[in-house]
């Protein structure tokens, strides 16, 4: 298999060329958003200066030709992930916004008084909130399924958990503070003997590998595009047909209807049911155009590249004294989302330090709070690997690490 040609892809973000504080620009925090190729920015451009008009509206040659993107778009992500159709795929403002729809449609409908519905205690706080609200409301019993030392799933007791009372399970694909890649099929079959839906969280998943919705068997499957390289603003909500068929609509308005009448409204079919009002035509666009430029650099090389690199920050991190390392200590198990900890250095403290080397880093509790309380800490530095980094990145991250470590030893 060939190598990433990092140079070159770096040259595709123009923001990567700036410094900060007087120094060359490293950014690892893709994992909270990455940066977007001149070819998305582009794509947005052209659509904004010869195509832009509403969708699904008027007649007229320039709505037609917005509703044909839009709609092209959503064929894009489908195939791109698996659906086997484009009535799959419901475009959202973002993964939130997808979770939050799954509980406030399905959840309202399904979940009642004594049901179970069951997540990990690695779930980012957007997979875990709708599903806590929810069971408070319909006084329904959350379950949690625990993680081993090292950070991986515990598929025991997933077992243990789920039973005949489980309506759902809620499971991230990746965790997005250690980086494991959790066994999402295995999960999947095992929900299902139990006649459990499965909602995937794939924010920290898409465009790091191949995901093929279908082949794992999930229920349902939600993603951001800002995570992958598109604009902010538009998510994905993956739906199996006959789930989403059966589902009724959680927001009402234009667009989302087939008939009204004084006393009352039909709804459209799925996926439109979904979309009420205005839609964000114009990040729809640029998310495939996102996934071109993914497919244009094939995503198993992207997959070699994140995990080689992984390795090494691995390895160059375990090799400070004092450090603690989250999560599984392969980097096959794992993506380059990558949490740490030096002693006695508060992590914001560690962050700001890098950032006047013009290392950008994330420093906090990365909305996992129940996570970092099963890891025994407050907060964590986290450093998140894309397509556009490289060892040199790496390399400076640890030598200013090394740095700060020397600096806050002369206050102890
Ligand atoms: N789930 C995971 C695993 C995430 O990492 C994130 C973003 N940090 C989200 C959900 C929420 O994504 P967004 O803020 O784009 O809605």
Redesign the pocket.
């Known amino acids: 298999m060939d190598k990433l040609n990092v140079k070159k892809i770096k040259t595709d973000f123009p923001i990567l060329k700036q410094k900060v504080n007087g120094e060359q620009l490293v950014y690892l925090d893709s994992?909270?958003?990455s940066q977007m190729p001149v070819s998305v920015e582009e794509k947005i451009k052209n659509f904004t200066e010869i195509n832009r008009a509403n969708v699904h509206r008027g007649v007229h040659t320039l709505g037609l030709r917005a509703t044909n993107l839009y709609e092209e778009s959503r064929q894009k992500v489908a195939d791109f992930i698996g659906a086997s159709s484009a009535e799959e795929v419901i475009f959202t403002?973002?993964?939130?916004?997808?979770?939050n729809l799954v509980a406030a449609s399905f959840g309202e409908q399904n979940i009642q008084a004594g049901d179970e519905i069951v997540v990990s205690i690695m779930?980012?706080?957007?997979?875990l909130l709708p599903w806590q609200q929810l069971a408070k409301k319909k006084k329904a019993q959350l379950n949690f399924i625990e993680i081993s030392k090292d950070g991986r799933l515990d598929l025991n007791d997933l077992k243990n958990k789920i039973s005949s009372k489980t309506k759902l399970v809620a499971l991230?694909?990746?965790?997005?503070v250690l980086g494991t890649i959790n066994p999402i099929k295995e999960a999947i079959a095992l929900a299902h003997e139990k006649d459990a839906v499965v909602l995937v969280?794939g924010?920290?998943a898409v465009g790091h590998f191949p995901v093929n919705v279908t082949n794992l068997g999930a229920d349902f499957y939600?993603f951001?595009g800002?995570?992958m390289f598109a604009p902010?603003g538009i998510?994905i909500l993956y739906g199996k047909k006959e789930l989403l068929d059966k589902m009724p609509p959680y927001r009402f308005g234009g667009e989302m209807i087939a008939n009204v009448t004084r006393e009352g409204a039909t709804w459209a079919e799925t996926p439109q049911k979904f979309e009420a009002g205005t839609p964000n035509i114009s990040a729809a666009i640029g998310l495939a155009a996102a996934i071109d430029y993914l497919n244009s650099i094939d995503l198993k090389l992207i997959q070699k590249h994140e995990t080689e690199l992984t390795a090494y920050a691995l390895e160059k991190l375990s090799n400070i004294s004092d450090s603690t390392i989250y999560g599984p200590k392969e980097s096959y198990e794992r993506t380059g989302v990558i949490s740490f900890n030096l002693k006695n250095i508060h992590p914001h403290d560690l962050a700001t330090a890098l950032d006047l080397n013009g290392i950008e880093v994330r420093a906090g509790h990365?909305?996992a709070q129940p996570l970092m309380e099963s890891l025994q800490t407050e907060s964590t530095v986290r450093a998140s690997l894309s397509i556009y980094n490289s060892k040199d990145d790496i390399d400076k991250l640890v030598s200013s690490l090394q740095e700060a470590k020397e600096f806050f030893s002369e206050f102890r």
Do not use: I, P, R
Request: net charge negative; hydrophobic share 20%.
């Open positions: 994992a909270a958003t403002s973002g993964c939130t916004d997808s979770l779930e980012h706080h957007s997979n991230t694909h990746v965790s997005n969280d924010a920290q939600a951001s800002h995570k902010t998510g990365h909305c």
